[in-house]
């Protein structure tokens, strides 16, 4: 078997403590059982040139990190990365800051990746890039010779083309994914919006079902919904609840009932609409007051970047009005922790949770969701509340679905979750887990790299003439 190396921005060394985001959870099980390499940024960046590259090896895997310099760290990530292609892909134009000099450093920095990542690479290594930091990265590894097998997934949404083209310079950046073999999105919406584009603004011939010819090559596109370790999520959460941490926050509710929500602090989860929605549901269901408290974790986020210093005041804001309007002295409705927890920690508190409160604006998947699932009693479930614009809704949709700028929907969703008899939620509960295992995560990572090492689908015309300074 080929050996894998793993590239994406964040690498997820294994460190005592440490906090992984959704990218980071998906990847590790899959390197560990293969070994490899897993290569990326190790999130320190420096006024100078960075050191060399560091290596820690854990069992089979080879950690290879480096460093950024401060300008492609406020170029390439904060900027173009993070202010561009982080709102545009989540459909959301209006919060897009475009300028040609971050664009400039996205492009200096996958040059920087390419060039340390060969020295580590070998003919014949499988690579498996991660997500929209990169997407020009296989690019910049054949203009270097390398004819590696290489395929790339996007964690996050893709949208339709209408909204990709207003990325100024998208037909320089966007094309750029034809040099991977294999392009997987999470849900077949995404994918169908991928193959629009290739079709309608690249002009790609498409070969297949799912394949197009470019350069005289097969690039696939594939869906690989990413899925939870759905048993092994169950038991944590069986042990977690007995835990000390979580009997003290149990013992804290005087026996109200909870609602959760776990977010970093970032605009596409749709916090303020969610606020907005939970204040709802207290003007019209004043039964639950005293009788309900919803705890909301929001880790601080890409804070350097001014969206995120703007949300976190706006949350902040409505999180002391709700509590200013309908809190008594023995009962806050809403306690908001910007403190990360850990995975163990918030397996016990979705147990102990009635409800999950999971409403993005736009997502390209959202694990909360699966990971909320995955901890149900399934004699005593609580209720998933998500919405329709998660990746995650197409597997649950036994969950109650929303649409999060109804904040009067949700709020109805909240009452309905809270009073849902037993049989329903045990119903309800059973489809979705059923449908976790079916997808459980040990098999994303199978599905995805089968898919890469197929032989690729031959392309009937020869290859084009290269065109000097073309693609
Ligand atoms: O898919 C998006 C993602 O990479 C998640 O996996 C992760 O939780 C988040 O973004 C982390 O963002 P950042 O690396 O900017 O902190």
């Given amino acids: 078997m080929a050996r ?69 760290y406020e170029e390439f990530y904060n900027g173009f990365a993070n202010r561009v292609l982080w709102p545009i892909l989540h459909y959301r134009l209006d919060l897009a800051e475009f300028t040609r000099r971050d664009l400039g450093g996205y492009f200096r920095v996958n040059e920087f990746f390419a060039a340390n990542l060969e020295k580590f690479l070998r003919p014949d290594d499988v690579v498996w890039v991660h997500d929209y930091h990169l997407i020009p990265l296989a690019k910049a590894l054949r203009e270097r010779g390398h004819k590696n097998k290489i395929g790339f997934f996007i964690h996050i949404p893709f949208p339709p083309p209408e909204i990709v083209t207003a990325l100024p310079n998208h037909e320089r950046l966007m094309p750029a994914l034809g040099h991977y073999d294999l392009v997987g999105f999470q849900t077949e919406v995404d994918a169908t919006n991928f193959s629009r584009y290739l079709a309608n603004e690249c002009n790609l011939r498409r070969i297949d079902g799912d394949s197009f010819e470019f350069d005289g090559r097969a690039v696939k596109v594939g869906v690989f919904p990413v899925g939870v370790e759905t048993d092994a999520f169950s038991r944590l959460a069986r042990r977690a609840i007995e835990s000390p941490f979580v009997r003290d926050v149990l013992g804290s509710l005087s026996g109200r009932a909870m609602i959760i929500g776990v977010d970093r602090l970032d605009y596409s989860k749709g916090l303020p609409e969610r606020m907005d929605a939970f204040e709802r549901f207290l003007t019209i269901f004043p039964e639950w007051h005293d009788n309900v408290t919803y705890l909301q974790i929001t880790p601080f986020s890409r804070s350097a970047i001014p969206e995120y210093a703007d949300l976190g005041r706006a949350v902040g804001e409505a999180v002391g009005r709700i509590n200013g309007n309908f809190g008594e002295a023995s009962w806050t409705p809403l306690r908001y922790i910007n403190k990360a927890h850990s995975r163990t920690a918030l397996a016990g508190l979705y147990r102990a949770a009635r409800v999950g409160l999971v409403t993005p604006l736009r997502d390209g998947m959202n694990l909360v969701a699966k990971e909320f699932i995955a901890a149900q009693d399934a004699d005593d479930p609580g209720v998933l509340v998500l919405s329709r614009f998660a990746g995650a809704a197409r597997e649950c949709a036994a969950a109650l679905l929303v649409n999060p700028y109804d904040h009067e929907g949700v709020a109805l969703a909240i009452n309905r979750a809270l009073s849902m008899p037993l049989e329903e939620r045990r119903q309800r509960h059973a489809v979705n887990y059923k449908a976790l295992l079916h997808n459980d995560l040990g098999d994303w990572a199978e599905r995805f790299l089968g898919a890469l090492e197929r032989p690729p689908v031959r392309t009937s015309a020869p290859p084009p003439m290269r065109i000097a300074g073309g693609r």
């Fill in 4 to 72: 894998l190396v793993v590239v994406s921005n964040r690498v997820g060394v294994p460190e005592k403590g440490a906090r992984a985001g959704g990218l980071e959870v998906s990847i590790r099980p899959a390197l560990k059982q293969r070994g490899g390499i897993w290569f990326g940024w190790n999130g320190k960046f420096s006024e100078g040139d960075p050191p060399p590259a560091e290596t820690v090896e854990r069992e089979n895997v080879s950690y290879v990190t480096v460093g950024l310099r401060q300008d492609d």
